[in-house]
């Protein structure tokens, strides 16, 4: 018997184009930023993950639009 592992990946949109994006796994939701290497987090809701990327921008910054790819 195979095990599938679901993923799925929504991307954050501002005004200027992409700012991050968010993976959901086995592990929970891992927030990443558009051009860092590394993860800000992994969180245990889509809600908390939103809310880590939003923190993550400038002051002032509108919420970012996420679409699920």
């Known amino acids: 018997m195979s095990e599938t592992i679901v993923r799925r990946l929504w991307v954050a949109y501002g005004p200027v184009g992409v700012v991050g994006k968010i ?3 086995v592990d929970g939701y891992t927030v990443h930023m558009a051009g ?8 245990p809701s889509m ?5 880590a ?7 002032g910054s509108d919420r970012p639009q996420f679409r699920e790819h």
């Open 23 to 25: 993976q959901k796994d």
């Open 47 to 51: 809600e908390i993950a939103k809310s």
């Open 53 to 59: 990327l939003q923190t993550h921008l400038r002051p």
């Open 36 to 43: 860092k290497n590394e993860p800000l987090g992994v969180y």
